[in-house]
C-alpha cells in the first residue's frame, strides 16, 4: 500500500497496488475510487484530506510514520 500526500490540493492518494486504473467513480463530495480493468477497488483518493483526518494522523503523515509520498 502507498501514500501519496498533494499539500497543494490537499489530497490523500492511498494505492492498494501498482495497477493502473480504468475508471473512477466519485462516492461522496470528497472520496474518489479507482477501479482496475477486473472492476476492482485499486486505490483510493480522499479530497480536502486535512479536513477530514484526526490531527494524529497529519502528525503521522509529517513525521514519516507512515510511508508517504509528499509533492
Not at 32 to 40: C, E, S, T, V
Request: no cysteine.
Amino acid at each position: 500500500m502507498k501514500f501519496h500526500y498533494d499539500k497543494k490540493i490537499d489530497a490523500l492518494s492511498i494505492r492498494f497496488n501498482d495497477k493502473r486504473y480504468v475508471e473512477s467513480d466519485q462516492v461522496s463530495d470528497d472520496i474518489i475510487f479507482d477501479y482496475d480493468k477486473q472492476g476492482h477497488i485499486i486505490g483510493i483518493e480522499v479530497l480536502n484530506a486535512s479536513k477530514r483526518f484526526p490531527k494524529e494522523f497529519h502528525k503521522q503523515l509529517h513525521n514519516k510514520l507512515i510511508p508517504v509520498q509528499t509533492v
